[in-house]
């Protein structure tokens, strides 16, 4: 089983009004197969992808119904001790550190700028059994409204490196501001930040934008949209990947991206 990295994705789950529905769209879009509801932790319902665990959807608890959303987990060694250092940081934690079973731990906090995230310690549930891989969990953007704030937070309380963007000649990336957070040196990047300019709403507060693969990002966005998903951006080919953002029928954005289909060359971080 893969151990995190203090700072490293380790997990993704959501809340879903209509949990039936969820499974019937993730299934479809995402390939995902789901295991027995837990009843003694709220109906916690794991997703596969080829037998390995991949995400979790959950309905909500009473008094939490609303907008679902993806939320994404930052693997700590103590749970405590980093909920500490995002109080310290200029952070509000949503929920304390709590102990889920022999799971292991987790907390819910918000970044200065907004953004929402989980606090995951680790117990018998190390997190996710496959990665960067069709069907799971591929990458993860801090989308920001207030990028000093994220940028000061976030190597405070996680052991980042942090390399801007040299956008260089290139037109399609005049005036984007984005920065990548990496554990360990440069090669290994774990989280973007991108700043939030005015292509987004004004009521579109700061979020996390999950990255899910997917073996054909056009084929994701049809059967998205033949759901009731909506479509946001993309599908478009990228040095990364041809990707898209999408909402599901609950709401809860996310994005697909095709991790072998790359055009152009890498951009240069700084």
């Given at each position: 089983m893969t151990e995190f990295t203090e700072g490293a994705p380790c997990w993704v789950d959501a809340m879903f009004s209509d949990l039936?529905?969820?499974?019937?769209?993730?299934?479809?879009?995402?390939g995902w197969t789901f295991g027995e509801s837990s009843s003694e932790y709220g109906n916690y319902t794991q997703a596969y992808s080829d037998g390995k665990a991949v995400?979790?959807?959950?309905p909500p608890m009473p008094g939490a119904e609303g907008h679902s959303q993806?939320?994404?987990?930052?693997?700590?060694?103590?749970?405590?001790?980093t909920a500490t250092k995002i109080k310290a940081a200029g952070g509000e934690l949503l929920m304390e550190p709590m102990q889920v079973g022999?799971?292991?731990?987790?907390?819910?906090?918000?970044e200065p700028s907004g953004a929402v995230f989980g606090v995951w310690q680790p117990g018998d549930h190390k997190g996710f059994?496959?990665?960067?891989?069709?069907?799971?969990?591929?990458?993860?953007?801090?989308?920001?409204?207030?990028?000093?704030?994220?940028?000061?937070?976030?190597?405070?309380?996680?052991?980042?490196?942090?390399?801007?963007?040299?956008a260089g000649d290139d037109p399609e990336m005049a005036g984007m501001d984005f920065k990548v957070f990496s554990l360990g040196?440069?090669?290994?990047?774990?989280l973007g930040r991108?700043?939030?300019?005015?292509?987004?709403?004004?009521?579109?507060?700061?979020?996390?934008q999950v990255y899910f693969a997917v073996p054909d990002c056009d084929e994701a966005v049809a059967k998205?949209?033949?759901?009731?998903?909506?479509?946001?951006?993309?599908?478009?080919?990228?040095?990364?990947?041809?990707?898209?953002?999408?909402?599901?029928?609950?709401?809860?954005?996310?994005?697909?991206?095709?991790?072998?289909k790359t055009v152009g060359e890498m951009p240069k971080f700084a």
């Open positions: 039936e529905g969820a499974k019937t769209f993730y299934a479809d879009v995402l995400a979790a959807v959950v993806w939320c994404l987990y930052l693997a700590s060694p103590d749970a405590a001790a022999s799971f292991g731990t987790m907390a819910i906090a918000k059994e496959k990665m960067g891989e069709a069907g799971a969990y591929c990458w993860a953007e801090f989308f920001s409204r207030d990028v000093a704030k994220a940028d000061a937070f976030l190597p405070q309380v996680f052991p980042y490196g942090a390399q801007q963007m040299d040196g440069p090669e290994n990047p774990v991108m700043n939030m300019g005015t292509d987004f709403p004004p009521e579109i507060p700061s979020y996390v998205t949209q033949a759901h009731g998903g909506k479509l946001h951006f993309g599908p478009m080919d990228s040095p990364f990947g041809r990707f898209a953002a999408v909402t599901d029928p609950q709401g809860a954005a996310f994005a697909v991206i095709d991790v072998a």
